[in-house]
């Protein structure tokens, strides 16, 4: 069983937690109950860097031995996923590992996510909504490297032993916003600075040297590379962006970047 199933949008949890309960915790305790009750062979549980909580500038990445501490609803739904795969590991043996993975992009991305909206958003000529300073930093990977840690975790895993992946790509949020800019030809006056997120994390960096030690695995793609290929996909499949940001996510926008867009820094 590999468990990549979430809510996993922080503003949504901001704005209503209830999802997150539902789906991040109970629904990983159903699917741990079915994998005990039809002995699966293995559980791989699809987590996320969130649950570290919030690094300094110049605290030491993120290892698995960081302790847990989430600052959203989302993370701490997370958080307590996590907690029930180990404690399944440990009171059933149940074969279990946990990967932590840093911030994904690529294609098929919900426009709700940062480099998508700012993809859709600038190719409307449209603004882009930057939290606070913009200075906030990510470590970035193209989702097909992820997918392949993934496969590595699967294959070579240590029972009951947790990964982190990371693309060894930290960037400032503002600095990826430019960059995207740059490639699609739009200028950096659709940048608007608004109100920040409440209990927004500061910065986040993953150590990925446990899953390279045992694994192999390290990413294949830097993050130019990944980012080039993630906007001609955009620019390739501009209906299917039209296609899903219209209707309920027209209601979501309106009530997350809305009134922040009107009161712009």
């Known amino acids: 069983v590999v468990h990549f199933a979430a809510e996993s949008h922080v503003d949504r949890s901001i704005h209503d937690a209830s999802p997150f309960i539902h789906t991040n915790v109970l629904g990983t305790q159903v699917l741990l109950d079915k994998s005990l009750e039809y002995d699966a062979a293995r559980f791989l549980h699809v987590s996320t860097d969130e649950v570290y909580g919030s690094l ?14 989430p600052s959203s609803p989302y ?13 399944c590991h440990r009171t059933h043996g149940l074969n279990t590992t946990v990967t932590r993975c840093s911030n994904n992009y690529g294609p098929f991305q919900f426009p709700e996510k940062l480099i998508p909206l700012m993809i859709h958003n600038a ?3 449209e603004p882009l909504p930057v939290y606070g300073d913009g200075r906030n930093i990510r470590d970035w990977i193209f989702v097909e490297d992820h997918c392949r840690a993934l496969a590595a975790v ?5 029972s009951g032993s947790t990964y982190n992946i990371g693309g060894n790509a930290e960037q400032r949020n503002l600095d990826v916003v430019k ?11 659709l940048i608007r ?13 993953i150590d990925s040297s446990r899953v390279a030690d045992e694994t192999g695995w390290s990413p294949s793609l830097t993050f130019e590379k ?22 309920q996510y027209l209601d979501y926008y309106s009530k997350m970047y809305s009134e922040r867009l009107d009161a712009s820094l």
């Not at 699967?154 to 240590?158: I, L, T």
């Not at 960059?179 to 006056?189: A, M, N, Q, R």
């Not at 290929?229 to 209707?247: A, C, F, H, K």
């Open 56 to 69: 300094d500038e110049d605290d030491p990445a993120f290892t698995e031995e960081h302790p847990i501490d």
């Open 75 to 87: 993370s701490a739904s997370k958080a307590a996923s996590d907690m029930l795969v180990m404690a």
């Open 123 to 125: 190719l409307a000529d």
């Open 154 to 158: 699967m294959k070579d895993g240590r």
């Open 179 to 189: 960059t995207l800019l740059g490639i699609l030809g739009k200028p950096e006056s």
């Open 193 to 205: 600075f608004v109100k920040d997120r409440p209990g927004h994390d500061w910065r986040y960096a």
């Open 226 to 247: 990944g980012l080039e290929r993630t906007v001609r996909w955009y620019l390739d499949n501009q209906p299917w962006t039209e296609r899903i940001t219209s209707g």
